[in-house]
């Protein structure tokens, strides 16, 4: 009876553990660069096991410029592999009535794309300003990725 009892709590002891390895898993990581002109940036990078992942992350860019227009592209990568791109964004300043109050324009920019990988995954998202008129970008992002079983 002993017997049966220790077999029955290690299959039941098996069946846990496949249900637990079965919960989605999702990885995330915050970051941020300030004033970013003229130069490309990791504003975000986060280290995933290997596997089969769903990536969205979200960028919001400030143009904190008190004059001049920022331009700004933002990129997400795995393992060094393009997944997703803004394309070029232009950042105006936005005019006050009153002397030296003018603020930058603020965007959202969403990023996504899937990723399949042996070995463990290294995700980035880097910005980049081009025009780098008196002063500069700034840039905080989110990354998620969420371990799926397959792409489908």
Do not use: W
Not at 31 to 38: A, E, F, R
């Amino acid at each position: 009876a002993l017997n049966d009892e220790i077999t029955a709590r290690q299959a039941a002891d098996a069946a846990l553990a496949g249900q637990l390895a079965s919960i989605p898993k999702v990885y995330v990581a915050d970051g941020s660069t300030s004033n970013l002109k003229g130069a490309t940036a990791t504003v975000v990078a986060r280290t995933v096991p290997a596997g089969t992942y769903f990536i969205q992350a979200t960028v919001q860019m400030v143009n904190g410029q008190n004059s001049g227009d920022a331009n700004a592209r933002c990129v997400m990568r795995a393992d060094g592999n393009l997944l997703a791109d803004t394309s070029d964004l232009e950042f105006p300043v936005l005019a006050d009535t009153s002397p030296n109050s003018a603020t930058g324009a603020t965007m959202f920019a969403p990023l996504h794309g899937t990723y399949t990988s042996a070995s463990p995954i290294a995700l980035v998202v880097e910005c980049s300003e081009g025009n780098g008129d008196n002063g500069g970008l700034d840039a905080y992002a989110h990354i998620a990725a969420l371990a799926v079983g397959t792409l489908q």
